[in-house]
């Protein structure tokens, strides 16, 4: 499409020379000329062919001066750009129009090579223009659909704590806080039966749209295999058979899936390759949840068998489990949060309630990152039989 260019010139003959002297550019299509005599014409003009975008303006002229003109201009939304034409010597009134949006101007009588050479330098400022504002549409879009794939994926978590609140056998609380606009953690827990909770939590690898969207895919396996009541090790094997048949990106994930008995604290769990959960207790401190067969990370391989263990949870103790995000969040000075001032951490505040526990780990995380970028997602669960 040609560009489109405004002469705004009270000067009868000034139509007519550029006409003949860009007689080519506007044959071959390149370029297609307006004329208004003063700058109410050239409002006027601009309303009815919005696709200007570039104004020539003179400043002296009746009606509407140059001016003025430029101040309207700048009322106006787009990348449209100004050069204004002053006679030689007028310092005071270019300056005034370059304070106004002018990005160039022109001395009269108008040297035509000067025109052309000024016309194609603005042109191409106009069409960096026009392509960073469609970029900034583009990024807006994305944003936007960002931003909603974020409040479809915090929909998909649990929202409501405490989850059960007519339950008195246990205390229990989840959170994530993705490093980006969606991420890869989640966490998940539901009643198998009157007595058994089952409860996981999961780290994909990746970030973005796509590990949101592997994540939502193991949710949904993990609620089928709770209404299946499969064993923890068969509730993975069931997720990495199924993942793993039709895993064209190679995407995988770590995660931890337990079973407890409310009434009698028996825990039977499977981890595929996740961070080791720990176990709080009220008189022996804090603790590693013993795993001799932690088995290897979920929907990369199939046929990966993940057995089922077992401990119980006495009266009174919790069990913890998180992600890397909060293992692996780094200070400033790229020092990492580590293992030792996790255990530190749970030490001090074991006898919290587990809703305070999970936001006081998250506050000391951040405390400790001191402004330093989220890195990874970060998701904590914790649940605390109660104490007889």
Do not use: W
């Not at 300056?95 to 002018?102: K, L, P, Q, S, V």
């Not at 299946?228 to 068969?234: F, K, Y």
């Not at 088995?295 to 068998?305: C, K, P, S, T, Y």
């Not at 200070?331 to 001090?348: A, W």
């Amino acid at each position: 499409m040609a560009y489109q260019i405004l002469i705004v010139d009270d000067e009868p003959d000034v139509e007519l020379l550029v006409r003949q002297r860009f007689r080519r550019n506007i044959r071959n299509g390149e370029y297609e000329f307006f004329f208004s005599q003063n700058g109410e014409e050239a409002l006027k003009t601009i309303a009815g062919q919005p696709g200007i975008q570039l104004v020539l303006t003179d400043i002296n002229m009746p009606v509407m001066d140059g001016l003025t003109l430029l101040s309207r201009l700048e009322e106006l939304s787009g990348t449209r750009r100004a050069v204004i034409v002053s006679a030689y010597g007028d310092m005071m009134n270019i300056r005034t129009a370059m304070n106004r949006g002018a990005v160039d101007f022109l001395m009269k009588p108008i040297v035509f090579e000067d025109m052309e050479a000024t016309i194609r330098k603005v042109l191409a400022l106009v069409a960096q223009l026009h392509a960073a504002e469609e970029q900034n549409r583009r990024l807006s879009s994305i944003q936007q659909e960002l931003d909603m794939a974020a409040r479809i994926q915090q929909a998909l978590l649990p929202e409501t704590f405490p989850p059960f609140p007519d339950r008195g056998e246990f205390e229990l609380h989840a959170a994530m806080l993705p490093a980006k606009e969606v991420g890869g953690d989640f966490f998940e827990f539901a009643f198998v039966d009157q007595d058994r909770l089952a409860f996981a939590v999961g780290d994909v690898s990746g970030k973005g749209v796509p590990a949101a969207i592997f994540m939502a895919m193991i949710q949904t396996l993990l609620r089928a295999a709770v209404r299946q009541r499969l064993s923890p090790g068969a509730c993975l094997e069931h997720v990495n058979e199924t993942l793993a048949a039709k895993n064209s990106r190679s995407m995988f994930a770590t995660l931890f899936y337990g079973i407890l008995n409310v009434s009698t604290g028996e825990l039977q769990f499977a981890n595929g390759g996740h961070n080791a959960p720990y176990v709080l207790s009220p008189r022996g401190g804090v603790r590693v949840l013993p795993s001799e067969k932690r088995g290897i990370l979920v929907g990369a391989l199939e046929g990966i068998v993940y057995e089922t263990e077992c401990c119980t949870l006495a009266p009174g103790e919790a069990i913890v489990v998180s992600t890397d995000g909060v293992t692996e969040a780094m200070d400033p000075q790229d020092e990492l949060y580590g293992d030792e001032r996790l255990e530190r951490f749970l030490s001090e505040h074991l006898a919290l309630p587990v809703a305070e526990l999970v936001a006081a780990l998250f506050a000391s995380v951040e405390r400790f990152a001191n402004g330093a970028p989220q890195a990874d997602d970060i998701t904590v669960l914790a649940l605390r039989r109660s104490a007889v």
